[in-house]
Nanobody, 129 residues
Framework: QVQLVESGGGGLQAGGSLRLSCTAS????????VGWFRQSPGQEREFVVA?????????????YYADSVKGRFTISRDIAKNTVYLQMSSLKPEDTAVYLC?????????????????WGQGTRVTVSS
């Protein structure tokens, strides 16, 4: 069993930056892949970025990013804190969503939400123009 808790969301103006955190309990964070997704009202859950476990799972070392966030968002991991971060910069109104982190124990799901095993409750990000 893995529990995930996101934090760091908030409201800000376009062009600003925000760092989201996803803290895991129940299992060491580097033993599974972690993905960030986002969801807006009435929209399907959208893949943002994923990072592999310590074994890599075939992901690029710095993460596998959706085209919409490439160059603006950065995923990182603090093993000692069992936390994954999502640093978001140059935010746009279209980045407004609830951001969720998820654990993929097999490390093979990539951008496919259905393959993730555990989900956090999400943290809301609102970007105004």
């Amino acid at each position: 069993q893995v529990q995930l808790v996101e934090s760091g969301g908030g409201g800000l103006q376009a062009g600003g930056s925000l760092r989201l955190s996803c803290t895991a309990s129940g299992r060491a964070l580097n033993t599974f892949a972690v993905g960030w997704f986002r969801q807006s009202p009435g929209q399907e859950r959208e893949f943002v970025v994923a990072i592999g476990s310590r074994g890599g799972n075939g992901y690029p070392a710095n993460g596998y990013y959706a085209d919409s966030v490439k160059g603006r968002f950065t995923i990182s991991r603090d093993i000692a804190k069992n936390t994954v971060y999502l640093q978001m910069s140059s935010l746009k109104p279209e980045d407004t969503a609830v951001y969720l982190c998820a654990a993929d124990l097999a490390g093979s799901s990539g951008p496919y939400a259905a393959g993730y095993d555990y989900w956090g409750q999400g943290t809301r990000v609102t970007v105004s123009s």
